[in-house]
């Protein structure tokens, strides 16, 4: 059974700087590609980034250039490093995995098998 758990969130002023980490059980993030999602009050879950089995990344267009996903194969965690932080980055952060193997891996919900509780991330402006 996958389990998926995140930590890192908390409260930053605008500019700031946090790094997610999401912790697997019974799931290999060198296998698969995964991801992170974020979701704010009243809005629908949206992609944030994903890294494929092989490194490959890709971003959500409003945090191009601010969010840095990577992974641990040694640790088997995910990150994800944000920088210049917003106020509307604020949202639960959600830490996702696929089976997907290969390089194609759109940032989709519906590819996103399991998910983690999240973890909650506040900017302050």
């Known amino acids: 059974q996958v389990q998926l758990v995140e930590s890192g969130g908390g409260s930053v002023q605008a500019g700031g700087s946090l790094r997610l980490s999401c912790a697997a059980s019974?799931?290999?993030?060198?296998?698969?590609?995964a991801g992170w999602f974020r979701q704010a009050p009243g809005k629908e879950r949206e992609g944030v980034a994903r890294?494929?089995?092989?490194?490959?990344?890709r971003y959500g267009d409003s945090v191009k250039g601010r969010f840095t996903i990577s992974k641990d194969s040694a640790k088997n965690t995910l990150y994800l490093e944000m920088n210049s932080l917003k106020a509307e980055d604020t949202a639960m952060y959600y830490c996702?995995?696929?089976?997907?193997?290969?390089?194609?891996?759109?940032?989709?919900?519906?590819?996103?098998?399991?998910w983690g509780q999240g973890t909650q991330v506040t900017v302050s402006s």
């Open positions: 890294i494929s089995r092989d490194g490959i990344t």
């Open positions: 019974g799931y290999t993030f060198s296998t698969y590609c």
């Open positions: 996702a995995a696929t089976r997907l193997g290969g390089a194609y891996c759109p940032l989709v919900l519906g590819n996103y098998k399991d």
